[in-house]
């Protein structure tokens, strides 16, 4: 009789199964099974996006553009900057934002990406905005004596205009970075579809020449970011969309540019992907946004997150890994 039962019993049996509880190795042993700590996002109480860094003078500033657009709305709504600073890129505190479309007297609205620079003592910040009277994005620059600012608009116009760049498209000249060789030698490098770059005088307000194209980056979405390491330059973008992150090499900040690969996967839930690649205390650093935040996190409500860069012997760039947990403190 028990036999003949057996059976019928097998369904209960395995929905009892399945219903307990797993228990990890250690767990089994009388412990805690670990739980990874979680720092990405590196900030959890606003939704940031697009970001730039800077290191100086032992510090990291961090410069993000601002999602605030309400939950379940497609649309990007940015008005402001913000601006954090770290010594161990873990431990993160706001600094109140340096800048808002309004510095930009000629600018209508859209704080999209951008990018901080120091030269001879004062800061330089190339942002991205709607003009207001010239149709179309445009790229303007401003100016302060701290890394925290207060920021004020450095021209008085608009560095970059739609009516500059021959495309088809009205956000053609967004994303800007900007790069001082060791020479001295000022680069601008912005675009999207195309990537163009330019020389900037030392007062690193003005075009010093011709507007050109880098024309061997395949899928090139937008986003350029350009950095030095020994003897190479690199030059990484977003490719295609949704966006990945891909980049290229060069002996020169003006190239040619050899295209190397993949060097991120889409990140989360966000279409969009943005990086910056600085060195800190002896180990690179990939700095990124995700959609990752629940529940109305996304592409037009981004995060930043921050996780190791590593190199190959030959200076190519190895695949970044994009993790919950985050980095370590440096030290």
């Known amino acids: 009789m028990k036999n003949a039962l057996l059976p019928a019993a097998l369904p209960l049996l395995a929905s009892l199964l399945l219903a307990a509880p797993t228990l990890a190795p250690t767990a089994a042993l009388g412990q805690a099974a670990p739980v990874p700590v979680a720092s990405n996002p590196v900030i959890k109480d606003k939704y940031t996006a697009d970001p730039a860094a800077l290191v100086h003078n032992g510090t990291v500033y961090l410069y993000t553009g601002h999602d605030e657009a309400p939950p379940r709305r497609d649309g990007y709504v940015m008005h402001e900057w913000l601006c954090y600073s770290s010594q161990d890129m873990v431990h993160w505190k706001e600094h109140a934002s340096p800048l808002n479309v309004k510095a930009f007297a000629w600018a209508k609205d859209d704080a999209w990406a951008s990018q901080v620079i120091e030269r001879g003592g004062k800061f330089y910040w190339y942002a991205a905005v709607e003009h207001g009277s010239v149709p179309g994005k445009a790229i303007g620059v401003a100016v302060a004596d701290s890394p925290t600012g207060p920021f004020r608009d450095a021209r008085g116009s608009a560095l970059i205009t739609n009516n500059l760049t021959e495309s088809p498209i009205m956000w053609d000249d967004i994303d ?60 990484s973008y977003a490719y295609q969309f949704p966006e990945k992150i891909a980049y290229a090499m060069s002996r020169s900040p003006e190239g040619p540019w050899e295209f190397k690969g993949l060097l991120n996967e889409v990140a989360g839930n966000s279409n969009t992907n943005h990086q910056a690649i600085i060195d800190f205390k002896g180990q690179s650093y990939f700095i990124y946004h995700n959609g990752s ?3 109305d996190g996304g592409s037009f409500r981004r995060s930043v997150c921050i996780d190791y860069l590593y190199y190959n012997k030959d200076g190519t760039m190895k695949r970044v890994v994009m993790t919950t947990e985050g980095v370590k403190p440096a030290k």
């Open 293 to 295: 935040i629940p529940t």
């Open 176 to 235: 800007p970075t900007v790069f001082v060789d060791d020479k001295g030698q000022a680069y601008l490098y912005w675009g999207n579809t195309n990537c163009y770059w330019a020389k900037l005088k030392s007062n690193m307000t003005e075009l010093d020449g011709p507007i050109n194209k880098v024309t061997t980056l395949p899928n090139f979405t937008e986003a350029p970011w350009v950095h030095k390491r020994g003897g190479w330059y690199y030059l």
